[in-house]
Structure formats: structure tokens, C-alpha cells
């Protein structure tokens, strides 16, 4: 099993690029789910998905759109990039147990600098 | 408003002797408790769990102790090791969540 894979590990945007960053599991979970790391701030949620084909906002969603068009992928898309959209990316996929959200598999990062 | 946090950014312990992080949360309905481990350049890794029916959970050198009248949570390393030097994050989970609220991390050095 390969768990978590993101590509790619590492990219530079210029301001107003776009990208899409690709998230694959193969542990078949329902959940998945995207970060950002920024130094002091912990990781932050900016969209989830309960369900191919399911999507919502987390707790800094602005800039930036999602899509589960399979189970096992979730794509995080960045329309028009800024520098406050510099820092490093995890996805990470998971599973109900007995109701709660059960421990959650992450990717390596992928590691985005917007100039 | 921060829901789950991790007071002590560093946190610096010699070889051999006891590393305690520790996190305090103000939701009253997380329920399941998490810590991870990220080393640099890696993904967070999943370390030991507490869910709400426990004070303590036990895994050979890691123990966490829940104390859910104060909302505080502490993971105990024992003893302490220079591999175990990593950013760890605690995480929260309240019943029929879709989510885990991460705290902001603690740096743990473990000095040979």
C-alpha cells in the first residue's frame, strides 16, 4: 500500500497562476481532506470531502476550490495563486470509528512558493 | 478562536528523561483525542489516541492522560529519546464530526 502520495512534492507560481495539487489514497476511506501548514499556526483545514463526490469548506477555504470526482483522489485547485497562498500542503484521508473521526493517514506535503 | 491549543511552542529535555507536551481545548464536545508526530519535510504520523471514556491511554513509552474537567491533555514520552525529536500536534474530535481541530504545535528536542 502506498497510503497517501501527493503531487508534486514541490512548486514556485508566479502571482495569478494556477494549479492543481493531486491527492491519491488507497485505503479505500471515505474522508480526505486538505491543509496547510504555516509556522505557529498548526494545520489548518481548507476543505474536506465525506464522499466521492462531496465537498465542503473548512476553516480557511478563501482562494481556493476542491474536487472528488473519485473516491481514492481529491484535487485542491488554486484559480489565481497569491503569496499569502505560500506554505505547505497536506492531504490526508481517514475513517469513522464509532462515530468519530478516526485517525487520519497524511500525504508527504507538497511544498508551494507563490512569488 | 483557537479550540485546541498547545501553549508551549518548544520544548527542549535530555536523553533518558521524561518529555511531558502538553494541550488544553475549550469545545466541551471533542470527545477523541489524537496526537501526531511530523518530522521535517514529512507528513504528520499518527501516535496514540484517548477517547472521552479514559483518563489514560498507554503505548510502551507513550502516555496520555486525559483530564476532562479541566480540558487539558498530556502526552508523556518515557523515556525520551534523540529520534523522538519531532513537532507533535494534538487533535480533537467531537461525536458525528467530519473534522480533527489540530492545536499549533509543540517542537521537542531530545538532547544526547
Known amino acids: 500500500n502506498a497510503g497517501v502520495t501527493q503531487t508534486p512534492k514541490f512548486r514556485v507560481l508566479k502571482t495569478g497562476q494556477s494549479m492543481t495539487l493531486l491527492c491519491a489514497q488507497d485505503m479505500n476511506h471515505e474522508y480526505m481532506y486538505w491543509y496547510r501548514q504555516d509556522p505557529g499556526m498548526g494545520l489548518r483545514l481548507i476543505h474536506y470531502?465525506?464522499?466521492?463526490?462531496?465537498?465542503a469548506k473548512g476553516e480557511v477555504p478563501d482562494g481556493y476550490n476542491v474536487s472528488r470526482l473519485k473516491k481514492q483522489n481529491f484535487l485542491l485547485g488554486l484559480e489565481s495563486a497569491a503569496p499569502s497562498q505560500t506554505s505547505v500542503y497536506f492531504c490526508a484521508s481517514s475513517y469513522l470509528i464509532r462515530g468519530f473521526v478516526g485517525e487520519q493517514y497524511f500525504g508527504p506535503g507538497t511544498r508551494l512558493t507563490v512569488t | 478562536d483557537q479550540q485546541v491549543k498547545q501553549n508551549s511552542p518548544s520544548l527542549s529535555v535530555q536523553e533518558g528523561r521524561i518529555s511531558i507536551l502538553n494541550c488544553d481545548y475549550t469545545?466541551?464536545?471533542?470527545?477523541?483525542f489524537l496526537w501526531y508526530k511530523k518530522y521535517p519535510a514529512e507528513g504528520p504520523t499518527f501516535l496514540i489516541s484517548?477517547?472521552?471514556?479514559?483518563d489514560k491511554n498507554e503505548d510502551g513509552r507513550f502516555t496520555v492522560f486525559l483530564n476532562k474537567s479541566a480540558k487539558h491533555l498530556s502526552l508523556h514520552i518515557v523515556p525520551s529519546q534523540p529520534g523522538d525529536s519531532a513537532v507533535y500536534f494534538c487533535?480533537?474530535?467531537?461525536?458525528?464530526?467530519?473534522?480533527?481541530?489540530f492545536g499549533g504545535g509543540t517542537r521537542l528536542m531530545v538532547k544526547p
Open positions: 469545545n466541551s464536545m471533542f470527545d477523541y
Open positions: 487533535a480533537a474530535s467531537a461525536p458525528a464530526g467530519n473534522m480533527l481541530t
Open positions: 484517548i477517547s472521552s471514556i479514559k
Open positions: 470531502s465525506v464522499g466521492e463526490g462531496t465537498t
